[in-house]
């Protein structure tokens, strides 16, 4: 990586790092900014510190993501961006450490760093994980007390109401889920421009709206859910869907329906997997 030219080398670095994070090989980033951290050569930038922390949140390394946050603002002296944030509160998310990504999120009001729709989205899903349905409500409903960097309000979208009505329905809180789905969503304008661009409810959402009908032994509801709800809104079910429909008709002792989400299934030209399986030899 050594240059005349310190640009250059700098992108190198970035370049280098952020491949090994896209090959999983954190340790191999983690060696490339201590080479260059230990040598005589340009003080490392941000840029590079982030690629840094992407690939420790690619490698599930949450404590050497936080350590290395904390070297950024205490031994760099640098001020640590959104992204750097960002890339932390995704390490967090996927190793469960949901209060430890509250605690962060918290953080970035202190730095006075301005917060994106991504890091109280990977929150969200953080709090989903565990299922945590207060705290992600919480979040969803704080989204309009932040402002972006062009000083508008957030604004939720349908990957934040989707991991909220997700911790509704961990936390068999079926009727929230489904109010999620289906009436907050449409009240947020999908941009500043019309009406005509309110969130809609993707496959995620519908089923996310399927596990919740599933988890709360609503049988009836996730029947209409897929056999009607998915074809007004011109949504294709996947394996997901017939797979929780059928769980719930399990659940509510309806062999007869379990066997006709089979059919459905195979209808759709998708294989069944084992969870629907499990369930249609309990129906039967």
Known sequence: LASQDPQSESRGLVTAIAACGRASAWHWAMQLLQNQDSADRAPLNLAAFNAGLSALSVGQKWRQC????????????????????????????RASQWQRALSLLRETSK????????????????????????????????????RSKNGAY?????????????ACAKGLQWERALWLVFDEMSRVHASEKPVKSRLRPNVVSL?????????????????????????????????????SAAAACEK????????????NCQLHKLKPNIIMYNSLITAC
């Open 111 to 146: 730095v006075q760093v301005q917060l994106d729709t991504i890091a109280v989205n990977t929150t969200i899903s953080a709090c989903e994980a565990a299922g945590e349905w207060r705290w992600a409500l919480g979040l969803l409903g704080n989204f309009y007390l932040n």
């Open 66 to 93: 936080l350590a290395l946050l904390d070297k950024i603002c205490h031994e760099c002296h640098l001020q640590p961006d959104i992204i750097c944030y960002s890339a932390s509160l995704c390490a967090l998310q």
């Open 154 to 166: 957030l604004q939720p979208q349908v990957a934040s109401f989707n991991a909220a009505a997700a």
């Open 252 to 263: 509510g002792d309806r062999s007869s329906l379990a066997l006709l989400v089979l059919s």
């Open 207 to 243: 089923n996310v709206a399927l596990s919740a009908c599933e988890r709360g032994q609503q049988w009836a509801r996730a029947m209409w859910l897929l056999m009607h709800e998915m074809p007004r809104r011109s949504l294709h079910p996947t394996i997901v869907s017939f797979a």
